[in-house]
């Protein structure tokens, strides 16, 4: 999967998938305080920000893998961290990660515009659902609730991972940080839309 990559990407991969490690325990803290005012429905709404790295890794790179290797290498940083999940949250980041590059896969790596970022994001929230649906006994919840929970992940998913994702690497690009990454060669149509 990485013969084809340069050294650089391999470590801009790597430092957002340690950055986001970072951020993704962050959120947890957050998340807990959040849910203490309106209860666990508050991760859905939040469950976004634990897809984004995926997105903007795979934008910036648009290679095979770029959305799966740093959701996974976050999720392993997160547990080094100290993240309360422990080596669980691994898997978690993988099928995060594969749910992110299913789309891209399905685009058979050629489009990077908003929708398919947003598709990338939905893709996350779908595979993350069902992964969390049967681990953490979501059968056991009245089905309006659950319906309620995957449409907030959903929409978290295409909006902050998918719309959020385009916004921060598009910012990076604006810096002129990315030059010579693959977002930068693209022509400005694929790129910016």
Request: glycine share 12%.
């Amino acid at each position: 999967m990485l013969k084809s990559w340069k050294l650089k990407e391999i470590v801009l991969m790597s430092l957002f998938g340690v950055v986001f490690g970072i951020v993704y325990l962050l959120f947890i803290h957050l998340g807990n305080i959040w849910a203490g005012v309106i209860g666990p429905i508050a991760y859905e709404w939040m469950f976004g920000i634990w897809f984004i790295v995926s997105i903007i890794s795979m934008y910036i790179i648009r290679k095979p893998g770029a959305a799966l290797l740093p959701e996974s290498m976050a999720a392993v940083i997160e547990v080094m961290l100290g993240n309360a999940v422990g080596p669980r949250l691994i898997l978690s980041g993988i099928i995060q990660g594969l749910g992110a590059e299913a789309a891209f896969a399905a685009t058979r790596y050629k489009h990077f515009n908003l929708f398919v970022l947003m598709l990338a994001g939905i893709g996350a929230a779908v595979f993350s659902f069902i992964y969390g649906y049967f681990v953490s006994g979501y059968a056991a919840l009245d089905p309006s609730f659950v319906a309620l929970m995957f449409t907030l992940r959903v929409l978290s998913g295409a909006i902050i991972a998918g719309v959020g994702g385009k916004y921060i690497a598009d910012a990076l690009l604006a810096t002129g940080s990315l030059r010579g990454y693959a977002i930068s060669r693209t022509d400005k149509g694929d790129a910016r839309a």
